[in-house]
Nanobody
Framework: QVQLVESGGGLVQPGGSLRLSCAVSGSSVSIYVMGWYRRAPGKQRELVATITSNSNTNYADTVKGRFTISRDNAKNTVYLQMNSLEPEDTAVYCC???????????WGQGTQVTVSS
């Protein structure tokens, strides 16, 4: 089965940086549209960023210029580089994969990101 495992979350001060990783097993990351979502306490889950197999990217307005999504097909891993972090970025970040042809959807368990001084 396809499994997504996130890592890299933690506690960081405002203005700091973190890089999240999403390791994909059971399939190739190259055949999925990959995305990062987040859910903050008391808020709905929101899309943070997506990247296609053609490396086209899309970002939420709230993270544009600060976050960068990328993929490494050789390592079967998707990354989310987060810079200039703000307390409002505090959330559980989940990795998502959608098969570009079949449309099946997979989710990771999430990794906690806390931005606080």
């Amino acid at each position: 089965q396809v499994q997504l495992v996130e890592s890299g979350g933690g506690l960081v001060q405002p203005g700091g940086s973190l890089r999240l990783s999403c390791a994909v097993s059971g399939s190739s990351v190259s055949i999925y549209v990959m995305g990062w979502y987040r859910r903050a306490p008391g808020k709905q889950r929101e899309l943070v960023a997506t990247i296609t197999s053609n490396s086209n990217t899309n970002y939420a307005d709230t993270v544009k210029g600060r976050f960068t999504i990328s993929r490494d097909n050789a390592k079967n891993t998707v990354y989310l580089q987060m810079n200039s972090l703000e307390p409002e970025d505090t959330a559980v970040y989940c990795c998502n994969a959608v098969h570009r042809w079949l449309g099946v959807n997979y989710w990771g368990q999430g990794t906690q990101v806390t931005v606080s001084s």
